[in-house]
């Protein structure tokens, strides 16, 4: 008795018939000769995409100041912003923190101990430092 064939066999049959026949005119073909392969030399639509988008970023964090791609000048390297954040604690010898506006002297050293003071300034009377609770 013939069984009735499934819709899947009757594909997979066709399927092996024309795998078949495409292997016997492969065969009987003369082989084409080899053409250079330059296609994987070039990028991919998604790698200039991305290249693209990283390109406009670094543009526009240099445009925000985030980011410098230009060798300081030799000028610029001497510059300085004028100050040096410093916080100290001050308190009286029994270390309660004093609140007041006290003379104070800076210095800096090129040694770590000893020497003479590459830079010194005065902050006294009027122009004194203003100390509250110990900062």
Do not use: C
Not at 24 to 37: D, K, M, Y
Not at 71 to 86: F, K
């Amino acid at each position: 008795m013939n069984e009735p064939k499934s819709l899947l066999s009757h594909l997979g049959e066709a399927l092996d018939h024309y795998r078949a026949e495409r292997r016997t005119v492969a065969a009987q073909q003369t082989p084409p000769e080899p053409q250079p392969r330059l296609r994987h030399l070039l990028p991919t639509p998604g790698n200039v995409i991305f290249t693209l988008v990283m390109i406009a970023v670094l543009l526009w964090a240099q445009s925000a100041g985030a980011v410098s791609f230009l060798a300081p000048r030799n000028s610029q390297l001497a510059t300085s912003t004028g100050t040096i954040a410093y916080q100290g604690r001050l308190a009286d010898s029994s270390g309660n923190p004093l609140t007041s506006t006290l003379n104070m002297s800076f210095r800096l050293y090129a040694a770590a101990s000893g020497g003479t003071s590459l830079w010194s300034e005065q902050w006294t009377g009027s122009n004194g430092v203003k100390v509250s609770d110990g900062l």
